[in-house]
C-alpha cells in the first residue's frame, strides 16, 4: 500500500467460487479520456473494483486506467455489461471478445447481462453464454443487473447455476427490500448502482441524512455508502474527483447504529422511482 492510498475494501465470496470487493468505482457516464483518469486515479487511492459496461462506451479508457494504475492485473476486480444486441449463446461469446479487446484484459472477472429486455425473450439464452464462458474460465464470475426475481428464477430453473450477483438500483428512497431478501435466499450477491441517488443531490442532501452525518462528522457520502455496507450490499459509487472517490472508500472505520439504518431505511418511498426493467432496458 502507497501511503497516499486508503485501506482497501473488505471482500465477499461469490457463488461460483471467486471474490469480490465490497466497494468499487462506477464508470458511467465518463468518457474514454475521463474513465482513464478516473480509473487510474481511484486504484492509486485503493480502489479494485471497477464498474463499466458496453453501453457506457469507455471500455477502452476504462482499459488504459486499469494499465496506467501500475497494479497488477489479479489484484484488480473489473465488471463489465453486455447489452440486448448480445442476447444469445454465441453473441455473448462475441460480446466477451469484444470487451476483452476493449479493455485489453485476458479474462473479465465480472460479466453481467445489463438488462433483462423480456419483450425479446432472449435472456435465458444469453444466461447460457455466460456459463459457458465461466466454464471456459474466460470470466471469473458470471451475473445480471436489472433482473427481477422472476427473470432470475427462470435462469436458475433453465441452467442449475446461481448467478453470482444481481445488480439493482438501490438507495435509501429505493430500498428493495423483497428484491434483497430474495437474492438472499438464492445466494446471490446485491449489488446497488446509483447508491447515492445518482446524478440528482436530492438524497445527499436530505436532512435525514445531512443530520446523523452531522452528529458522526462524516460526510452525507460517507452515511450513505455506510448504509448499503450495514445492508451486507456490493457497491460502486461514481465520482470522477479524488476527494470523493477517497471519501467514498473511507467507510470501514465506522458503523451505524440500528437506530440510524432505520432512520435512513425510512426514506423508501414505497417502490417510487424504480426503472421497470419490464419496460425498460438496452
Ligand atoms: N446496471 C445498471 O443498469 C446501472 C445503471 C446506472 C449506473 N450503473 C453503475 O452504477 C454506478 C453508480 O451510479 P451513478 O453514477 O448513477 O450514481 P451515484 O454513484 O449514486 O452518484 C454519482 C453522482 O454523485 C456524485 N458524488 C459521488 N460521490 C459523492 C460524494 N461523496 N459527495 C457528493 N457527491 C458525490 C458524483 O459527482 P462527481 O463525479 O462530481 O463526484 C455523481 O454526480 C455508475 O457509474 C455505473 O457504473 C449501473
Not at 454465441?90 to 485476458?106: I, N, P, Y
Not at 455466460?130 to 427481477?148: C, Q, T
Amino acid at each position: 500500500m502507497s501511503p497516499t492510498e486508503t485501506t482497501p475494501a473488505p471482500t465477499v465470496p461469490l457463488a461460483n467460487g471467486a471474490v469480490m470487493p465490497r466497494l468499487g468505482l462506477g464508470t458511467w457516464p465518463l468518457d474514454d479520456r475521463e474513465a482513464e483518469a478516473a480509473v487510474a486515479q481511484a486504484i492509486g487511492i485503493g480502489y479494485r473494483l471497477i464498474d463499466t459496461a458496453f453501453n457506457y462506451g469507455n471500455e477502452v479508457g476504462v482499459g488504459r486506467g486499469l494499465a496506467a494504475s501500475g497494479v497488477k492485473r489479479e489484484e484488480l476486480f473489473v465488471t463489465t455489461k453486455l447489452n440486448k444486441e448480445d442476447h444469445g449463446v454465441d453473441e455473448v461469446q462475441r460480446a466477451f471478445e469484444r470487451s476483452a479487446t476493449k479493455l485489453d484484459v485476458d479474462y473479465i472477472d465480472l460479466l453481467l447481462i445489463h438488462w433483462p429486455n423480456p419483450a425479446q425473450d432472449r435472456y435465458v439464452d444469453a444466461y447460457r453464454g455466460l456459463v459457458r464462458l465461466l466454464e471456459d474460465g474466460r470470466v471469473s464470475a458470471i451475473g445480471v443487473s436489472n433482473f427481477k426475481p422472476a427473470h432470475v428464477d427462470r435462469v436458475l430453473d433453465a441452467t442449475g447455476v446461481t448467478p453470482d450477483v444481481d445488480q439493482i438500483e438501490l438507495d435509501p428512497t429505493r430500498t428493495r427490500v423483497a428484491e434483497r431478501a430474495y437474492l438472499r435466499r438464492k445466494g446471490i450477491v446485491c449489488e446497488s448502482w446509483s447508491p447515492l441517488g445518482g446524478q440528482h443531490a436530492g438524497l445527499r442532501e436530505h436532512p435525514t441524512v445531512a443530520r446523523i452525518a452531522e452528529k458522526r462528522g462524516r460526510t452525507p457520502g460517507q452515511i450513505i455508502l455506510r448504509w448499503h455496507m450495514e445492508l451486507g450490499l456490493v457497491t460502486v459509487p461514481k465520482s470522477a474527483d479524488a476527494t470523493r472517490q477517497r471519501e467514498n472508500l473511507e467507510v470501514f472505520d465506522f458503523a451505524l447504529t440500528r437506530e440510524e439504518i432505520d432512520e435512513i431505511s425510512a426514506l423508501d418511498r414505497g417502490g417510487e422511482g424504480v426503472t421497470d426493467s419490464d419496460a425498460f432496458g438496452h
